[in-house]
């Protein structure tokens, strides 16, 4: 049953578009860092050649992150821990589940990049995607089990260490 | 509970979590593997593979605005933003699935600022048939288990198979016909089942450690070079490769070759058969073939492994802890302890006020 809802979900995005044209149009507009909420070049302005394997075409280029560019990444991620860490568990799981979706309806186009960029085969690569899914579901799921003990003790005890 | 006093602890998440992404499997890592420190109230950053970031930045592209600002991040680079990514005093955590001389990298990084670590490193992996074993599903096993698909190009692939004397032969025969029915092609092509290397470096490496298999006085029995397809002629495509009559010492049964470049060993006396197994610093799978249950047991007891199947092998189930022994990795993945690496405990005593303080005793 949750196959058949999975199938059609991917038929509306994807129909049952294939090969290199299809890989081709799913390449990603954006080549920059991503923090912040939002795209950033590389401080240095440096950039990366990507290839695929299979052909040796140019898939464009991706920025070339150095100290400067994780310093600020670094940065942007402290500044949303307070917020982060303060949403109520069963609101993060519900925030991963539908990350979860979005890569299980677009499994067809994940792989498909994956498949002219780092070279293993388009098929197997969507059950990549629906691993990644199923990962995402899976800790989604695991939210409240992120617990402590109680420890039976009361106001006295044998050895007292003040360290 | 004991009056007076309630102690109990909690778990919190450690912060900023650096994710260092492997080549073989991008998206999969990419989206699957910041489920656990998210969950757990973290933030990570992603440093996806240089050679293959595309599906990771494509990703972010689809998930954008879902997740509050700061908390999933991307840093895409060569070899310098990935050091500085481990060496940054702000990141609290470092994760790291790849290599194993980057993963001692990683940890001495890690080291400098006192952080743990969760590695998931390389695996020179066994998979053991006994005699009893029915060679075609042992044959089945062994190209499974090398993830032909991916160029067997995993840290999990069974890349040394030691298969009894007296299967030996048929087990061949089998395997033979399996890896000659297995043609590298186009990756984009649906029907694909083998994909190309991913990059040159590697598919030079792959054909080195071939060469040296020629060298040890390993016989070849199929494959053994790149794929004489024209199609595939600007592409980094080899064959499905095995080499049987493999012995112990030669360094295609030693060294990780992360390639499509499987190592048969023949074996009669169990016990050096298990010696050979554990004598490498690897130990991340082990996939043993037996009906005999005493067998099966003792076997899975005694090889060096994080991770065994038995008459099974490749598959990861969710719920179970991946990871390795020894030298492939430190920390479980795929389970409720993933997430627990993710946090750190603190404990907190609340000494509670007494009915009777400050009343003089009758």
């Known amino acids: 049953?949750?196959?058949?809802?999975?199938?059609?979900?991917?038929?509306?995005?994807?129909?049952?578009?294939?090969?290199?044209?299809?890989?081709?149009?799913?390449?990603?507009?954006?080549?920059?860092?991503?923090?912040?909420?939002?795209?950033?070049?590389?401080?240095?302005?440096?950039?990366?050649?990507?290839?695929?394997p299979?052909?040796?075409?140019?898939?464009?280029?991706?920025?070339?992150?150095?100290?400067?560019?994780?310093?600020?990444?670094?940065?942007?991620?402290?500044?949303?821990?307070?917020?982060?860490?303060?949403?109520?568990?069963?609101?993060?799981?519900?925030?991963?589940?539908?990350?979860?979706?979005?890569?299980?309806?677009?499994?067809?186009?994940?792989?498909?990049?994956?498949?002219?960029?780092?070279?293993?085969?388009?098929?197997?690569?969507?059950?990549?995607?629906?691993?990644?899914?199923?990962?995402?579901?899976?800790?989604?799921?695991?939210?409240?089990?992120?617990?402590?003990h109680s420890v039976p003790h009361g106001t006295r005890c044998n050895q007292l260490f003040d360290t | 509970m004991g009056p007076g006093a309630i102690n109990f602890s909690i778990r919190e998440p450690l912060g900023v979590i650096a994710k260092i992404i492997p080549f073989n499997h991008p998206i999969m890592f990419s989206a699957g593997k910041i489920a656990a420190p998210l969950a757990a109230g973290n933030l990570v950053i992603v440093k996806p593979p240089e050679q293959a970031p595309l599906s990771t930045l494509r990703f972010a592209e689809l998930i954008d605005g879902l997740l509050p600002a700061g908390v999933f991040n991307i840093v895409t680079g060569a070899r310098e933003a990935g050091?500085?990514?481990?060496?940054?005093?702000?990141?609290?955590?470092?994760?790291?699935?790849g290599s194993v001389p980057t993963g001692r990298a990683v940890m001495r990084a890690a080291a400098d600022g006192i952080r743990p670590v969760l590695l998931e490193l390389g695996g020179k992996?066994?998979?053991?048939?006994?005699?009893?074993?029915?060679?075609s599903a042992v044959a089945g096993a062994m190209i499974a288990g090398m993830n032909f698909a991916w160029c067997g190009q995993s840290c999990g692939s069974t890349s040394r198979a030691f298969i009894h004397a007296a299967i030996y032969d048929t087990v061949l025969e089998h395997l033979h016909r399996g890896c000659a029915a297995i043609r590298p092609g186009l990756p984009t092509e649906p029907e694909t089942k083998m994909g190309?290397?991913?990059?040159?470096?590697?598919?030079?490496?792959?054909?080195?450690?071939?060469?040296?298999?020629?060298?040890?006085?390993?016989r070849?029995?199929?494959?053994?070079?790149?794929?004489?397809?024209?199609?595939?002629?600007?592409?980094?495509?080899?064959?499905?490769?095995?080499?049987?009559?493999?012995?112990?010492?030669?360094?295609?049964?030693?060294?990780?070759?992360?390639?499509?470049?499987l190592s048969v060993l023949r074996w009669d006396d169990e016990a050096a058969m298990v010696r050979a197994v554990n004598a490498l610093d690897y130990g991340l799978t082990c996939s043993i073939w037996t009906?005999?249950?005493?067998?099966?047991?003792?076997?899975?007891?005694?090889?060096?492994?994080?991770?065994?199947?038995?008459?099974?092998?490749?598959?990861?189930?969710?719920?179970?802890?991946?990871?390795?022994?020894?030298?492939?990795?430190?920390?479980?993945?795929?389970?409720?302890?993933?997430?627990?690496?993710?946090?750190?405990?603190?404990?907190?005593?609340?000494?509670?006020?007494?009915p009777n303080a400050g009343k003089v005793a009758a």
């Open chain 1, 1 to 52: 049953m949750t196959q058949l809802i999975i199938q059609d979900a991917r038929q509306e995005q994807d129909g049952n578009r294939s090969g290199a044209d299809f890989c081709r149009s799913a390449l990603p507009a954006n080549r920059g860092l991503y923090y912040d909420g939002g795209w950033h070049d590389a401080k240095s302005g440096h950039r990366i050649a990507v290839e695929s």
């Open chain 1, 54 to 148: 299979a052909t040796g075409e140019s898939l464009g280029e991706i920025a070339d992150g150095d100290a400067a560019d994780i310093g600020a990444a670094v940065a942007s991620a402290k500044r949303g821990f307070g917020l982060w860490r303060d949403v109520h568990p069963l609101e993060r799981a519900a925030m991963l589940r539908k990350v979860a979706q979005i890569v299980r309806q677009n499994a067809r186009e994940l792989a498909a990049i994956d498949a002219i960029d780092c070279g293993n085969p388009f098929t197997a690569m969507i059950n990549d995607a629906d691993i990644a899914s199923s990962q995402l579901d899976f800790f989604a799921g695991l939210v409240t089990e992120m617990k402590g």
């Open chain 2, 83 to 97: 050091e500085a990514l481990a060496a940054h005093r702000d990141v609290a955590m470092l994760s790291f699935i």
């Open chain 2, 125 to 135: 992996n066994a998979l053991i048939a006994f005699a009893d074993a029915d060679p």
């Open chain 2, 196 to 218: 190309a290397i991913v990059s040159r470096s590697q598919f030079e490496r792959i054909l080195a450690m071939i060469r040296t298999g020629h060298e040890d006085g390993a």
């Open chain 2, 220 to 261: 070849l029995l199929i494959g053994g070079g790149r794929s004489a397809d024209p199609v595939l002629a600007n592409g980094f495509f080899i064959d499905p490769t095995v080499f049987v009559d493999v012995t112990p010492e030669m360094r295609i049964a030693r060294e990780e070759i992360f390639g499509p470049v």
């Open chain 2, 291 to 354: 009906n005999d249950l005493a067998a099966a047991h003792r076997t899975a007891s005694a090889v060096e492994a994080g991770y065994v199947w038995v008459n099974e092998v490749g598959r990861h189930f969710p719920g179970t802890p991946f990871g390795g022994y020894k030298q492939s990795g430190i920390g479980r993945e795929e389970c409720l302890e993933e997430l627990i690496s993710y946090t750190q405990e603190k404990n907190i005593y609340i000494r509670l006020p007494q």
